[in-house]
């Protein structure tokens, strides 16, 4: 994670951003941060992603989202966590996808780990499911699991996980 990020963002946020880009695995992502409306965070060009994070739990910047989507020509994902990120309060990604018709946004997903070790972000209803890879970001229909309980365990698994990257943070 580029230096000046930790800096500008709180230790969550940037805890999450790593999180994210763990899955991307970008060679080296950019700071992402000015006058856009949006909170910092990084760019991965060879990812053709944005990735943004905010303490704010509420959805603010759903406008913010599709116009840097509709703009740079870019997937955004945008993580709100809240201040106790997965113990007290959920942590939900909104997504832009980019397309040649203008952005489309699939707000309110959770983190899913699966068993193989992929990171989705998921709704709870059906709809897009959205996977993070190396490649960037892969939209899908199907769900990532099989079974109600393959799809509880993939959240505890991912929460669990967030949790414990809050933690390394807080604690250097």
């Known amino acids: 994670m580029h230096s000046t990020l930790?800096?500008?963002?709180p230790t969550t946020s940037v805890a999450l951003l790593n999180y994210v880009l763990t899955a991307l695995a970008p060679d080296e992502p950019y700071p992402y941060a000015g006058n856009t409306g949006l909170p910092g965070g990084v760019e991965s060009l060879e990812n053709n992603l944005i990735v943004v994070a905010t303490p704010v739990a509420e959805r603010l910047y759903d406008d913010a989202v599709m116009r840097c989507a509709a703009t740079r020509k870019r997937d955004v994902v945008l993580v709100r966590h809240g201040f106790h990120p997965e113990i007290l309060e959920?942590?939900?990604?909104?997504v832009a996808l980019h397309s040649v018709t203008g952005p489309i946004l699939v707000p309110d997903l959770s983190f899913y780990r699966d068993a193989d070790g992929g990171l989705h972000l998921v709704p709870a209803r059906p709809d897009l499911f959205v996977g993070i890879t190396r490649h960037g970001l892969e939209v899908s229909m199907p769900a990532p699991w099989n079974s109600g309980w393959e799809r509880v365990t993939g959240l505890e698994r991912a929460a669990a996980e967030i949790v414990r990257a809050c933690r390394r943070t807080?604690?250097?």
């Open 170 to 172: 807080e604690q250097g």
């Open 90 to 94: 959920p942590v939900r990604a909104d």
């Open 6 to 9: 930790h800096d500008t963002l």
